[in-house]
């Protein structure tokens, strides 16, 4: 099968520290020149994100928040997929001394040790949210809000199906993204968990992982699948 597009996690998967390098960059651009789309999924807000990654706009849609906005760089439209936090559930929090918490449109995060206390907020107030991990940071959203959700609706968009995507990413978070994805990459510094759900694992750290990835797909010579996806769900 041909993959016509690539859908990266950005921290840790193309950034190193925040910031892309010029191969990744150059890789990206050959990668839409051969006439594939390119897709960035992450779990940063917009607004930084476009602060230290202007060079988004090589990118045909962003899925921010870990899947709860939609971004269309070229035309700089933002469409929301799911409904923000309530106010109290953040009052809740800061009362409780999560700190630092951010809040974007939607998503709601913090780092550990702070995972308990914001799990027991949730099920005392009776929340329908669920705790993403990404490392040690710690991302609640409403319940169903993943990576693979936020790829699903930017694929209506691209008219393109899951089959026909190439998942990559390094972290707990990027997990919903392989799954939702034809094919499930990881990195080299991906943790334990991802790399043992993905369909291949990368020599390369970050950028050059994903490099690696790239030279492989745009030679027509990506490596045998060393499980099959059968059992799991797309």
């Not at 921290?11 to 190193?16: N, P, R």
């Not at 953040?90 to 999560?98: A, D, N, S």
């Amino acid at each position: 099968m041909k993959y016509l597009a690539l859908a990266t996690d950005y921290d840790g998967t193309l950034a190193k520290d925040g910031r892309v390098d010029e191969k990744t960059l150059n890789a990206l651009v050959r990668f839409r020149e051969s006439g594939r789309k390119l897709i960035l999924v992450t779990g940063r807000e917009l607004n930084e994100l476009l602060e230290i990654f202007p060079q988004i706009q090589q990118f045909h849609r962003a899925i921010v928040e870990n899947g709860a906005l939609l971004y269309n760089p070229r035309t700089q439209e933002t469409r929301m997929l799911c409904q923000p936090p309530p106010v109290e559930f953040i009052e809740t929090l800061q009362k409780r001394g999560v700190a630092p918490l951010q809040v974007g449109r939607a998503i709601v995060a913090t780092w550990e040790p702070h995972g308990k206390t914001v799990q027991e907020a949730i099920d005392q107030m009776k929340l329908p949210f669920q705790v993403t991990l990404n490392k040690n940071a710690v991302m609640v959203l409403p319940n169903g809000v993943t990576k693979a959700s936020g790829l699903k609706e930017a694929l209506v968009d691209l008219n393109l199906s899951p089959q026909q995507v190439v998942g990559v990413g390094d972290a707990e978070n990027d997990l919903a993204l392989l799954a939702g994805s034809g094919l499930g990459v990881a990195v080299a510094n991906a943790v334990t968990e991802l790399k043992g759900q993905a369909d291949w694992v990368m020599y390369g750290k970050r950028g050059a992982g994903v490099r690696e990835l790239i030279d492989r797909l745009l030679g027509s010579n990506l490596p045998r699948r060393h499980r099959s996806r059968s059992s799991r769900e797309i």
